[in-house]
C-alpha cells in the first residue's frame, strides 16, 4: 500500500481507492495499518541503533578482558620472579 500525493487517495495492490468514498470502518482499518507502518519503521530504526550499540559494547568488553589477561599474566610472571629471587636470598643466607 502506498500515498498518492493526493492525500484522499491510498494504492493498495496497484489499485487506487479514495479514502473520501471508504466506510467509517475501512478508515479505521487504515489508520491502524498507517500506524502499524510507522511503529514498524520506528521499531526497526531502533533495532538498528540497539544492534550498534550491543556491537559497540561487545567489542569493548572483549579488548577489556584480553587486557585483564594481559595484565594478570605480567603480575604472574613479576611474582614468580621475586619467588625465584627470594629463594636465592634463602639459599645465600644458609651458606
Given at each position: 500500500?502506498t500515498e498518492q500525493?493526493?492525500?484522499?487517495t491510498?494504492?493498495?495492490d496497484?489499485?487506487?481507492?479514495?479514502?473520501?468514498?471508504m466506510?467509517?470502518e475501512?478508515?479505521?482499518i487504515?489508520?491502524?495499518?498507517?500506524?502499524?507502518?510507522?511503529?514498524?519503521?520506528?521499531?526497526?530504526?531502533?533495532?538498528?541503533?540497539?544492534?550498534?550499540?550491543?556491537?559497540?559494547?561487545?567489542?569493548?568488553?572483549?579488548?577489556?578482558r584480553?587486557e585483564?589477561?594481559?595484565s594478570l599474566?605480567?603480575s604472574?610472571?613479576?611474582?614468580?620472579?621475586t619467588s625465584?629471587?627470594?629463594?636465592?636470598?634463602?639459599t645465600?643466607?644458609?651458606?
Amino acid at each position: 500500500m502506498t500515498e498518492q500525493e493526493n492525500k484522499n487517495t491510498i494504492t493498495v495492490d496497484d489499485v487506487i481507492y479514495s479514502i473520501d468514498d471508504m466506510t467509517d470502518e475501512q478508515k479505521a482499518i487504515l489508520s491502524v495499518v498507517e500506524i502499524n507502518r510507522a511503529t514498524a519503521s520506528n521499531l526497526n530504526r531502533e533495532a538498528i541503533q540497539v544492534n550498534h550499540q550491543l556491537s559497540c559494547v561487545l567489542s569493548i568488553g572483549e579488548v577489556k578482558r584480553r587486557e585483564l589477561k594481559e595484565s594478570l599474566l605480567k603480575s604472574s610472571d613479576s611474582s614468580d620472579e621475586t619467588s625465584e629471587e627470594a629463594v636465592e636470598e634463602d639459599t645465600a643466607d644458609e651458606t
